[in-house]
């Protein structure tokens, strides 16, 4: 009797109801057919409608079994990122785009590295002249305009074909920082160079060197619209790797020729020469 219990658990807690249906209804045809209580046509018809039914059940174990081993990856995922440090390319890249401006507000010392930062400089003007305003030291590392660096960054970029491209991206940037150097009141020091060769990834470092500094590293892809993958590292947490791309900023910032008044795109003296 343990089959019939277990069939009137199953009922009354609503479960394998198809199952059960199923087999009632193929014991019924089965019956009537055998009796020649119904035509050859509706035995055949309902069994088909029987057929389906049965389908649909294994349809709906399948989706279940494929939910529960979904489940199961999740889980065993988030075992090996919290338990075994195998970190999720998932977790480990920043899902959106970063946003500097909380961490730019608070900081005394922000150093920049890109290709030409036009959106940048353009969206951060007012929070750099806050940051001068209050004796900040602003860092900022493009690509030299007169040099070939514009030309492997069109070269790397998809749909640019004129390397003129990046060299009139650069003059906004130097127009803007230009205005931003002629401010009144400025006690920081704001910095421009410009570097030789087309970098790999761009660089934000917000307070490098003290113990709660932050690094974004802005990844450059080949030939692609899609949105640069980046990262963040902090000083605490990432202390390796961290030590590695402060490194990187500083071999930029050897690497690249102070700005001066010969440059191209009305370049000023405003800027410092650092």
Do not use: C
């Amino acid at each position: 009797m343990h089959w019939l219990r277990k069939i009137g658990k199953d009922l009354s807690e609503g479960r394998n109801l198809e199952v059960y249906l199923t087999i009632f209804v193929s014991l019924a045809i089965s019956v009537l057919g055998a009796l020649n209580v119904v035509q050859a046509e509706v035995v055949a018809t309902v069994t088909l409608a029987t057929l389906a039914l049965l389908a649909l059940s294994t349809i709906n174990n399948r989706e279940q079994i494929a939910a529960f081993q979904k489940q199961v990856e999740t889980l065993s995922a988030l075992v090996e990122e919290n338990v075994l440090g195998k970190i999720r390319a998932e977790s480990f890249f920043l899902a959106e785009e970063p946003r500097y401006e909380d961490k730019f507000q608070r900081a005394k010392n922000i150093y920049i590295a890109g290709t030409t930062l036009t959106r940048t400089v353009t969206n951060y003007l007012g929070v750099f002249e806050q940051r001068l305003k209050e004796g900040a030291s602003i860092r900022i590392v493009i690509i030299d305009p007169n040099g070939d660096a514009a030309k492997q960054a069109a070269v790397r970029s998809y749909g640019v074909k004129d390397d003129d491209f990046y060299r009139n991206r650069i003059k906004p940037t130097l127009d803007l920082l230009n205005i931003l150097a002629s401010l009144p009141d400025l006690k920081g020091r704001l910095e421009l160079r410009f570097l030789p060769y087309m970098p790999s990834f761009g660089l934000v470092l917000v307070d490098p060197d003290t113990a709660d500094g932050n690094i974004y590293v802005e990844i450059y892809q080949h030939k692609s619209l899609e949105p640069h993958p980046s990262f963040l590292l902090n000083a605490r947490r990432d202390e390796k790797w961290y030590r590695f791309f402060r490194h990187q900023f500083e071999t930029l910032w050897s690497s690249a020729r102070p700005a001066d008044p010969t440059d191209d795109h009305s370049q000023s003296n405003a800027l410092e020469q650092g």
